[in-house]
């Protein structure tokens, strides 16, 4: 039977574009994320983390972060892309203290039995007593302040932690590993020299803040913190007025205000005592710059 050779041309094109499309289903089936996809990612809780895991590991992974940066990780509700992200991590290393992260933790591990978690903040002194307004079981932190990364001692053994379960993970590249944690002590110690040359020049040692952030900072440093808040919520006028007098009796002249958080009451605080107000971003990435920028401001600089 003769077949005109349009036809034969048809039947072949058509047989080669089912080949095709077998074979790009085929692919794309094997481009689900591997194992191998998982042993390159690493995910921390908040941008100061980020810097300090980045620094170690170098390209050897990739550090991903839950919290988005201006949200107040104390608060947040995780989105189903933030569990996936975790999902595909090979370790999770938490801050600490963060009643919200074991939340995280619980949910995850459904789905991820294999994940390794590391407490960033283990061998530090919990200091202070911390509530947040609105707290529920999940995000409370009856432990205390969960700041730990506000202080320069805190920030060595956040990074000796990261350290010791980076060689764990990946002894095989230890040699990059150390030469960068020493390159991170080096400028953790050149911190703590700056940070104590702008202190010595403060005209007090005494500051207000709304939200007890700076704890772990106040207790290296020798320093007095008053928090607006009280426990947990906003201050009532009785002690609000007891708070403006005690800082007109030590002579306090900042007081710091978190974008996180309600100012108002920051702003009629430092109006009533004839203070400045000072922006703090204890989630910055740039963690030297903003333990020295917190240094300079006490430093009326």
């Not at 810097?51 to 995780?78: Q, R």
């Not at 529920?136 to 956040?158: F, L, N, V, Y």
Request: some cysteine; overall charge negative; proline content about 3%.
């Amino acid at each position: 039977m003769h077949i005109d050779k349009s036809y034969q041309e048809i039947f072949v094109a058509n047989k080669m574009r089912t080949i095709i499309y077998i074979l790009l289903g085929f692919t794309l089936f094997s481009c689900k994320p591997s194992q191998a996809d998982k042993s390159k990612i690493l995910t921390v809780t908040i941008d100061p983390q980020k810097y300090f895991l980045s620094t170690i590991v170098g390209n050897h992974f990739k550090v991903e972060c839950i919290v988005p940066s201006g949200s107040n990780p104390e608060s947040a509700d995780f989105t189903p892309s933030q569990m996936m992200s975790l999902n595909k991590s090979l370790a999770y290393f938490k801050i600490g203290y963060m009643g919200i992260e074991n939340t995280l933790i619980d949910k995850v591990s459904q789905s991820n039995s294999n994940l390794k978690i590391v407490n960033c903040s283990e061998g530090i002194e919990v200091l202070g007593e911390h509530n947040c307004e609105g707290d529920d079981h999940d995000h409370g932190h009856a432990e205390g302040d969960p700041h730990t990364w506000s202080s320069i001692k805190s920030a060595k053994i956040i990074a000796g932690n990261m350290y010791k379960a980076v060689l764990e993970l990946d002894n095989a590249n230890a040699s990059d590993y150390t030469a960068n944690y020493n390159k991170l002590l080096t400028e953790i110690n050149q911190t703590d020299s700056i940070v104590k040359s702008y202190l010595e020049k403060a005209p007090g040692k005494s500051f207000i803040i709304y939200h007890p952030a700076l704890t772990y900072f106040a207790e290296e440093y020798g320093l007095a913190q008053y928090a607006i808040e009280y426990e947990g919520k906003n201050p009532s006028p009785s002690q609000l007025k007891e708070l403006i007098d005690k800082a007109k009796e030590e002579g306090i002249k900042v007081v710091f205000i978190q974008r996180e958080f309600d100012v108002k009451n920051a702003e009629t605080v430092a109006q009533a005592i004839g203070a400045k107000t000072v922006q703090l971003n204890l989630l910055s990435y740039d963690w030297s710059q903003e333990m020295i920028n917190i240094a300079k401001a006490l430093a009326q600089e």
